[in-house]
């Protein structure tokens, strides 16, 4: 079935007329057009530029200026804006001006030929040779590439995906693989987080031009977002080889360090880039970042106040001050992050950081009213920008109840890969799942690990590109695999996670969202055993609504959508109870902090393994942590925080609603 076009918005349909006047040269009446719109759409980005370039064309050009400044407050990163503020400067003949303001041009849109060659002709006036060369060595580049993919390159720069998309997907349809437009088409499935789509785009760009180093990068992008480090290692291994001062490719390598557990080596390449460069508010949090892990609290607090050093409204600093849960805002810092989240040309991602900084702020004040506006806030910004749909993720429930049965896993009870080794914690995130990560891997004989991501790429593998509704092919397709495909993907998962382990007998996958998919992990891995750590349902939701996650887990940017969540994971629970009966060791969070001892001796029975003391003095252990309860699983067990919600509780109505009588 066709897709339908695009409904266009009525300021777009406006927009249209506009520039098709200015296209006209008919300047005087695009530009009352433009002042009209600009009364109903005052923030508008595009509505501010029109104006401005007629201003310019009819000769206003301070006025222009003005209207460039208004742009540039509310949209700082818009790389035209400067382009045009160039061209201005350049009928004032400010040379120095023009240059400066064209190269912040570029820098943000190097697709951008009109800021190049005018750039070019400056530098000549001027007398700089050398850079004139360079201008002129852009130009020519983008002179040679289709003028459809230096636009939709010039689209995507600013942040136009959709219609950069449309421009280069309509491009490769007339003309065939083309290398450039193939690698912009995966940089737009990577800013989508459409990853499997970039991959393989990025793949087919390699293999014609294997030495394309930015396609390379790009290449390892994606396969570090896919959480496939041991191979983005050695894309990036080889780019560093190439470049080794390179910058970008040393962090990135930092980054697949970091997710392989080595923290300490990638601190150590932070700290060397940082010598190069002692103020870089981006590195200053990664080391933040690596320090907290490593339990190096104080030192990762001096960190994360550095990076808001070097900029005052960098929220993810602050956030992920505010995420050690242990730290307490001074009054200074709370103004700082009010005035910042308040300021019109504080980016859309600082503010929501910002919002639950704030939030988490007030909440240690005991101003719970304010706090929750600004939790409230942050949640709305993440909730527009989110295409989470409860309706997907109770689908899957349902197909997995209706696929997943008792005759399927009798069936193949013991096809999968027989290997004892794998220990999975599942379950809502927020539900204690880190403190028993924690208590577990103080035995001798466990290893703690991190959410890994090989159920989920297996799962990924098995519905291919069909990702929901009734006939989606997982888990449907689980009934048709045979034994020695159930063998083949439990080893593959087993050989898979070695990179992570050092070698105990035992080890724990603590990716929550795998309650999903303990009907796969039982045929794959029928030796394995799961935990499910659960947490009363209002304290558990809210304290996922008051959580930022780095990625995914976009149910939890309304109470409405959280509470439908925990009902579908309970729900799906009660099925594998049903049809895996002893199966899974269901861990109360409230019954591990009123009876340690009895919980810790419960859940070593159920793994078949000693009783271990260290396992009650779980804080001791020295370990990498990587979740938002870090700190926390650092200090003896407590009591604090589980009735926390009560104070949020006259806010908290539709998650009630939500839950119904589960709540």
């Known amino acids: 079935m066709p897709e339908s076009a695009p409904s266009v918005s009525p300021v777009e349909s406006e927009l249209t007329a506009i520039r098709m006047r200015i296209e006209k040269r008919e300047f005087l009446p695009a530009l009352q057009s433009a002042r009209q719109l600009a009364a109903e759409y005052p923030h508008n980005r595009d509505v501010l530029y029109s104006i401005a370039v007629c201003q310019r064309y009819l000769k206003r050009i301070p006025e222009a200026l003005e209207t460039l400044a208004l742009l540039q407050a509310q949209h700082p990163a818009y790389s035209r804006l400067y382009q045009e503020r160039g061209y201005c400067q350049t009928a004032l003949r400010d040379a120095p001006g023009a240059i400066e303001s064209f190269l912040h041009a570029v820098n943000l849109n190097p697709a951008l030929p009109g800021s190049w060659s005018t750039l070019q002709r400056l530098f000549k006036m001027v007398g700089d040779a050398a850079n004139e060369r360079t201008a002129a060595a852009h130009v020519a580049t983008l002179a040679r590439l289709p003028a459809q993919v230096v636009a939709a390159n010039s689209m995507f720069a600013d942040g136009d995906l959709a ?41 087919a760009v390699l293999h014609a031009a294997p030495d394309y180093a930015a396609a390379r990068f790009d290449y390892a992008t994606v396969l570090l977002r896919r959480h496939r480090h041991h191979d983005a290692l050695q894309e990036l291994e080889r780019l560093c080889a190439s470049e080794p001062d390179n910058r970008a490719y040393r962090t990135s390598y930092a980054g697949a360090l970091v997710g392989l557990g080595n923290h300490q080596e990638a601190l150590q390449i932070y700290r060397e880039l940082k010598t190069a460069n002692p103020h870089g508010a981006e590195l200053e949090l990664a080391i933040g970042h690596c320090l907290k892990t490593l339990g190096r609290t104080a030192e990762a607090i001096e960190a994360y106040r550095a990076a808001t050093d070097v900029r005052a409204d960098y929220g993810e600093a602050y956030w992920s001050l505010a995420n050690l849960k242990t730290y307490r805002f001074g009054d200074d810092e709370i103004r700082s992050m009010r005035a910042a989240c308040e300021a019109l040309e504080t980016a859309r991602a600082d503010r929501w950081h910002l919002s639950f900084a704030l939030g988490k702020a007030y909440e240690d004040c005991g101003a719970y009213a304010e706090s929750f506006d600004f939790y409230a806030q942050g949640n709305a910004l993440k909730k527009a920008d989110s295409r989470y749909r409860p309706e997907s993720t109770e689908s899957n429930a349902a197909q997995q109840i209706r696929h997943v049965t008792a005759q399927l896993l009798q069936r193949h009870e013991r096809s999968g890969y027989q290997d004892s080794s794998a220990i999975f914690i599942v379950g809502l995130p927020r539900a204690g799942s880190t403190l028993l990560e924690q208590i577990l891997a103080s035995h001798s004989k466990v290893e703690g690990t991190m959410e890994l991501a090989d159920i989920p790429r297996l799962v990924l593998h098995l519905q291919g590109r069909e990702l929901e509704g009734a006939d989606a092919r997982y888990p449907a397709i689980l009934a048709g695999l045979s034994a020695q495909d159930l063998h083949a993907l439990g080893k593959q998962y087993i050989d898979g996670t070695r990179i992570y382990r050092t070698g105990k007998p035992r080890f724990i996958d603590k990716m929550p969202n795998n309650f999903r998919h303990i009907g796969l992990i039982s045929l794959i891995l029928p030796d394995a055993r799961i935990i499910d750590a659960r947490r009363e349902p209002m304290a558990c939701c809210f304290s996922n609504y008051k959580q930022l996650f780095a990625h995914g887990q976009e149910f939890t940017y309304s109470l409405q959508d959280i509470g439908r969540y925990y009902r579908s994971y309970v729900e799906l629970m009660r099925h594998w109870d049903s049809v895996l009966p002893g199966r899974v060791l269901r861990v109360q969070h409230e019954e591990v902090v009123a009876d340690l001892e009895g919980q810790v001796r419960r859940m070593l029975d159920f793994l078949e393994l000693e009783f271990e003391p260290q396992c009650l003095e779980f804080h001791r252990t020295e370990r990498s942590v990587r979740t938002a309860s870090s700190e926390q699983v650092r200090r003896p067990i407590s009591t604090d925080g589980l009735e926390q919600w009560r104070c949020f509780e006259p806010w908290l109505a539709p998650l009630r609603e939500a839950l119904g009588a589960l709540a």
Not at 169 to 176: D, F, I, M, T, V
Not at 196 to 201: C, H, N, P, Q, V
């Open 163 to 203: 219609p950069a998309e449309l421009v280069v997907r309509a491009y490769l349809l007339e003309h065939g693989n083309h290398v450039e437009a193939m690698r912009l088409l995966a940089r737009i499935g990577l800013e989508r987080d459409v990853l499997d789509d970039a991959e393989l785009l990025l793949e």
